[in-house]
């Protein structure tokens, strides 16, 4: 919790449908109750997001997934370029 936030409830309600809290959202830290919650993740571990992030979700963890094989075609690239600017030279 921010400690800038001056506003601090007495007991934390799901933002969804108030109901007593049971957890934080594992992506935007939203205040969730277990109804609300969407379990989302992979085999490996799996994390309670709200349904904001759960309806975004599949974007996000598809560019998770894409980040190292982008991150490889970078690194061939900038390879490449530079073989490149040393054969040139
Ligand atoms: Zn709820
Ligand atoms: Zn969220």
Redesign the pocket.
């Known amino acids: 919790m921010p400690s800038a936030s001056p506003f601090q409830p007495d007991d934390l309600y799901c933002v969804y449908c108030h109901a007593q809290a049971d957890g934080a959202?594992?992506?935007?830290?939203?205040i969730?109750c277990a109804q609300c919650a969407v379990l989302t993740g992979g085999t490996v571990q799996l994390a309670a997001?709200?349904?904001?992030?759960?309806g975004q979700g599949r974007g996000a963890v598809g560019l998770r997934q894409w980040a190292p094989i982008l991150l490889l075609l970078a690194a061939v690239l900038a390879g490449l370029l530079g073989v490149a600017y040393i054969t040139s030279s």
């Open positions: 959202c594992a992506t935007c830290q939203a969730i997001v709200c349904k904001t992030c759960a």
